[in-house]
């Protein structure tokens, strides 16, 4: 069952407009009446004119509004200047109720460009109907047929268009919860890498679990695309590199490395390079984000390493590769493990202890118990030991002036940092990010 109905009279056809009053009534009309028992919340999306102190095409909306009491508490009119902006702020109110099913009624000339804005505004968390705006006769049209949203079959001149205007909104939104902050370690040299952790602090994503730098978006979450790449454009504006050479991991919580430059694997969990001015980055949401240096050589890289990734050794497999691609000797590298879950939060079930306790039983806590409590980053630091770097090139949370940690346990600090383990499904990501200065 339809769950909101968006009503689209943004900027409609001249021809259309001495009915505005009808259409709208009589769409509403229809929907109180299919709606009695669960009505949806419904959004009325028009223009408003720059520097008018009216609100535009709404004046010429409210006799048709009156009226509509069912709808009453359920009725929004929303007014812009762009369609994104209307858009954008119809879908804070649409997450806010946690509501998914989208009913858009809108002139067939307005179909194309909404499915446009809304394949950008939205992930596959929300499922979209479309209907001509008209005299809608029955009940049937509140219900979700099988089709769903196709793709955009717009020119590409307006598609860019549409990209731009989304991005110029996007752009104008105040941060949220705060500056941007961003940690950075004492033990790379910042004279020859630009490096550092990010907060949750600074970005523009305003739902609960995901504000406000969240840096990745999947079908799974609220937060599409557009809004991380703004979250990760103020990012990289705050630290210094250029988003167009980022590159973050893509995971699989496993252990392969990509090497920047050669064929890249369909998935991988470590990256490296020697590159200037490439920057690596690898998330972490409770998984450690852990960046490498080589000061001598000037190579660098980022991995992501979760409880499997850390007994796969994931870290020692970017360390292997820095080695054998970049001729840099163990001895000289140097690793920090970013904010990630501690010992104090973490637990997993006892056969997957067993295997962190066989690492050294001083990485597993309560162990008899039916979920011990886990610290990867004890496991990482000694299987990174064994592979030959050494104790003082790692920096984790056992540093100690701890003035200078910044191995945060991310579970124990919403304020600061995204976890999955606390957060549940909806969760936001923060990254470690490494480069070598041109």
């Known amino acids: 069952m339809v769950e909101a109905v968006l009503i689209d009279m943004f900027s409609l056809p001249a021809n259309l407009q001495n009915n505005i009053q009808g259409l709208l009534h009589n769409t509403l009309e229809a929907i109180e009446k299919c709606s009695s028992i669960h009505a949806p919340c419904v959004y009325v999306m028009c223009c408003q004119r720059q520097?008018?102190?009216?609100?535009?095409?709404?004046?010429?909306?409210?006799?048709?509004?009156?009226?509509?009491?069912?709808l009453?508490?359920?009725?929004?009119?929303?007014?812009?200047?762009?369609?994104?902006a209307a858009l954008y702020t119809i879908k804070q109110r649409l997450d806010e109720k946690d509501l998914n099913i989208i009913k858009v009624i809108l002139p067939t000339l307005r179909k194309?460009?909404?499915?446009?804005?809304?394949d950008h505004l939205f992930t596959?968390?929300?499922?979209?109907?479309?209907?001509?705006?008209?005299?809608?006769?029955?009940?049937?049209?509140?219900?979700?047929?099988?089709?769903?949203?196709?793709?955009?079959?717009?020119?590409?001149?307006?598609?860019?268009?549409?990209q731009s205007e989304i991005q110029m909104y996007l752009e104008s939104l105040p941060s949220?919860?705060?500056?941007?902050?961003?940690?950075r370690s004492s033990l790379i040299p910042d004279d020859i890498f630009l490096h550092g952790f990010t907060t949750r602090t600074g970005g523009i994503?305003?739902?609960?679990?995901?504000?406000?730098?969240?840096?990745?978006?999947?079908?799974?979450?609220?937060?599409?695309?557009?809004?991380?790449?703004?979250?990760?454009?103020?990012l990289a504006k705050a630290a210094g590199f250029n988003p167009e050479t980022f590159h973050r991991v893509k995971v699989d919580h496993a252990n392969a490395v990509c090497v920047m430059g050669k064929a890249e694997p369909d998935?991988?969990?470590?990256?490296?390079?020697?590159?200037?001015?490439?920057?690596?980055?690898?998330?972490?949401a409770d998984c450690i984000p852990v960046l490498f240096a080589d000061p001598v050589r000037r190579a660098c890289g980022a991995a992501h390493s979760g409880w499997k990734g850390t007994l796969l050794g994931v870290s020692m497999a970017t360390v292997n590769a820095m080695v054998s691609e970049y001729g840099c000797n163990v001895k000289d590298i140097l690793v920090v493990l970013g904010p990630s879950v501690g010992p104090c939060c973490y637990k997993l079930p006892h056969e997957s202890a067993k295997e962190f306790h066989r690492i050294d039983p001083k990485c597993v806590r309560l162990f008899e118990s039916a979920s011990p409590h886990i610290d990867i980053r004890r496991a990482t630091r000694i299987l990174l030991e064994r592979g030959g770097i050494l104790p003082e090139n790692i920096q984790d949370d056992s540093?100690?002036?701890?003035?200078?940690?910044?191995?945060?346990?991310?579970?124990?600090?919403?304020?600061?940092f995204y976890s999955h383990f606390r957060d549940g499904t909806n969760f936001g990501t923060q990254i470690g990010f490494i480069s070598i200065k041109d």
């Open 51 to 70: 520097g008018s102190e009216r609100k535009g095409e709404q004046e010429f909306l409210l006799p048709a509004l009156r009226g509509f009491q069912s």
């Open 72 to 84: 009453k508490r359920r009725l929004e009119v929303v007014c812009a200047q762009t369609t994104a």
């Open 112 to 118: 194309d460009l909404m499915k446009v804005y809304i």
């Open 124 to 162: 596959a968390v929300y499922q979209f109907e479309f209907e001509d705006l008209q005299v809608v006769s029955n009940c049937e049209n509140l219900q979700i047929p099988e089709h769903q949203h196709g793709g955009q079959t717009l020119p590409s001149q307006d598609v860019a268009l549409i």
């Open 176 to 183: 949220l919860k705060g500056q941007l902050t961003i940690l």
């Open 205 to 234: 994503s305003y739902i609960p679990t995901l504000s406000s730098c969240n840096l990745f978006s999947s079908s799974k979450r609220r937060d599409p695309q557009v809004v991380v790449k703004e979250n990760l454009r103020r």
């Open 267 to 284: 998935n991988y969990d470590g990256i490296v390079t020697n590159q200037k001015g490439v920057t690596l980055a690898a998330p972490g």
């Open 399 to 416: 540093i100690t002036d701890q003035n200078q940690n910044i191995t945060f346990c991310t579970a124990c600090h919403p304020d600061k």
